[in-house]
């Protein structure tokens, strides 16, 4: 049970020659899982770094072939768990992909990063083709407009816009929520802001509206030489990915399917000074604050921060999103860590849990006994981000959530 890994094609998906690759790290993650009070939630990422091949895993018998095999932007790579129950002449499951990036050649080997598929999607910007200052005064009045749909449908029709309507956009991207009604417009994609509108820019900024859904890019085999990325995105009605099982694992100092569990904890703030559109004098501005843990008999000191949202034109507007800010930390908070060994198995043998069979945004139950400073019980977890290297070794991170202990 091991990583395997294969070249592909950017565009078409299509796999290329299986090459072993010495030590790599990689991650990924479904939101922003950073222990901060001011955090968004952001689209899905993965990473795959430490990628240094010898010249012996790269095909082709002349220079020019192998420069083709690698190319920047043309080729990627995928990575695929092959578990217990994939057969020999079977890749795996895929897992993390990506395109090569800025690559670094020595005449001993090629350093070479690989840019996730949102990675890629920051370098495709939403205008119309043949309408950027094509007019008489050069000037670029063009915009979207879609209404009546969900988020996630938006988010469909972005991605579309920047991939196959544009000449050699095309990406192995599959889009389920293409047309899917909703109760949500956006009439401020405008082409003169290009700055603001590359594909992943608004992406992100669609998961981090209020009640904003998650969104990642899966990738699976469409058939037994093409990998394609599914676009995973929560509804309106549930911003959460679905799936089809709770998981579960268990803690125990001497012992369990989760180790070297880590709990790390961060104090309540009770004051939100919020700004929003405007400037100097004339800025918009908020106070949400709780200060009900600073008026008990063992008091929590004050903690205040800041949030500054530009695009809030209305009072309301802003006042709503400080509330859920302050509401996100107005009590103690944790965040659970640990790792597990991809290559357990039960006593039938069948694999516990393989990688492919969870993905970040999913929910866990973990039951935890005999831990320091935490009490036993089962703690229902969303894991956010998971990451490793060339072993079975797999480190989960879990979301922050509030603290049993106050």
Known sequence: MSWRACLCDTMTGLLGQQIDIPGFTWSMTVSNSSFSTTRDKGVGADEVSGLQLPWSQIPGSTPTARADALMCGKRGLVLFWHGVLDGDASLGTPIIGGVFGVRSSSQQDVSIPLDSIPTVLGDRILAHEDGFGTNAAHTAPGGYAWQGLSLRAIACEVIRQCTSA?????????LPWLGEQGGHQRTD????????????????KLTNVTSGPDMQFRPYLSDSQHVRYRFEAGSDGDVYLGQKTVHSLDYHPLGGTLEDLKVDRMAPAQRFY???AGSDKATICCLAEDLTLCRRSDPWPLREGVYSDPDAKSWDVLKSHA?????????????LSGTIDANDVDASGMPLHAPGTF???EIFEVSITGFPDLPDGIYRQRLMKMSGDQTGKVTLLFDICEDPCT
């Open 166 to 174: 544009k000449p050699g956009g095309t990406l192995p991207i599959d």
């Open 189 to 204: 994609y405008q082409d003169w802001d290009v700055q603001n509108q590359s594909c992943k820019q608004i992406l992100t």
């Open 359 to 361: 993905w970040p945004g």
């Open 274 to 276: 919020a700004t929003g």
């Open 323 to 335: 509330q859920a800010k302050l509401a996100a930390n107005s009590k103690p908070l944790m965040q």
